[in-house]
DNA sequence: GCGAAACATGAATACTGATTCATGTTTCAT
DNA sequence: ATGAAACATGAATCAGTATTCATGTTTCGC
């Protein structure tokens, strides 16, 4: 009944192959960071385990020591891209009370998140396509942690009524949308200006 | 200085195959109607052109009479999908002065679009990655459209100031969001519903 | 410092699936 | 009615690339 390798007992995905010694530790990290920016710049059908290993300096054979498959390693991102960006959020909004203010510091903590990733987000809107499973799972921690917020929000008072869940949803696309102007799009939009005029929207409407 | 083909010239992306018989408008449509059903329901990269021919019932090598490329038929796909869809929401909005309430007729008429052609809406969004420049185009024709009725509706103070790019976008994402909970979540919150939910957050925003 | 486990190599394998092509068949303007 | 263009066929080609494997090299607890 123990748990040798340490892992979150709670991961379905447990990887197959843990590092076990420093050296393995380093070169499973320099596959994944290789990874992220081959898979991130050519797709995921367009980036090779050639091109990811070269990248990473290593040989062909040595990513198989560490991945069983070209998907897990996109999988992988995919939950070290929740992780993150669960934190950063987390992060900036745990010391404020308003629930508006906090939603206003999440976004922009979100959009200057993918900001600095823009592989990562790109891999994640992938898993749509690469790995159904693990673009649900990283969905729905994300809502799961949204709707309830808004529920206690309600409850205080502090906010109008409305159906969370798709409450959650909408205020998901947003950031969604307006993270994919900076990173696909390429906008330039300061994001101290997103952030105003969306929170604006998020917290008036477009009621005159 | 003529145009043969009756194309329209603004479309950059001319079809190197037009067919010329009535025989040949009917497999084209069976061509592209099967790789709608293949590729909404399996992906881009695994929809292989013998199952599409197959689910066509045609061989394999007539895919080729129409279709340069596999990449071609999906771009098709996308470009078929923004017609589709700025006409539907176009005809729904019409006949509606009031700005928000055009808004909400849209929403509607989306998600009800979506719901009905949830291939399409898979495609479009794997437009993604697979024909960038095809889901840029889709994704600022719809985005011009919202951006102007919105300026329009500012300048007519039918609704508060506020960047109408960003707005535009904004609520794309809001639209996009619901989309993908109908389509790719199988979520079952009646379309009404949702509606009703994400306009009085359009309208109103979430102050108590 | 030893040796077993861990790690690394890169050439060989194995398979998939897009595209081509040589050969028929059908359409339709004349 | 006819023949040239259009359409259809499906087996063969051909390239790319994920994965395996037999063979070294390195690490690290003892």
């Given at each position: 009944m123990n748990n040798p390798a340490g892992n979150?007992?709670?991961?379905?995905?447990?990887?197959?192959n843990q590092p076990k010694t420093a050296r393995g530790e380093a070169t499973k990290k320099a596959i994944l960071s290789a990874a992220e920016r081959v898979i991130g710049a050519r797709g995921y059908n367009d980036a090779s385990i050639g091109q990811i290993t070269s990248e990473a300096g290593v040989a062909q054979g040595t990513f198989y020591i560490y991945f069983k498959t070209k998907e897990e390693v996109f999988s992988e991102l995919v939950l070290e891209m929740g992780r993150l960006v669960r934190h950063t959020i987390s992060e900036a909004t745990?010391?404020?009370?308003?629930r508006l203010e906090a939603e206003r510091a999440g976004l922009a903590a979100f959009l200057e998140f993918v900001q600095a990733h823009p592989d990562l987000y790109r891999i994640v809107q992938e898993a749509q396509f690469v790995d159904p499973d693990a673009y649900r799972e990283y969905y729905s921690a994300f809502a799961d942690g949204y709707r309830s917020g808004l529920s206690e929000a309600v409850a205080d008072g502090e906010i109008s009524e409305g159906d969370p869940d798709t409450r959650a949803w909408a205020l998901m696309g947003i950031a969604r949308a307006l993270g994919e102007q900076i990173v696909v799009f390429g906008n330039k939009t300061p994001i101290p200006d997103l952030v105003a005029t969306a929170h604006d929207l998020i917290a008036n409407g477009l009621k005159p």
């Open positions: 979150a007992v709670m991961s379905q995905r447990t990887p197959f745990q010391t404020i009370s308003n």
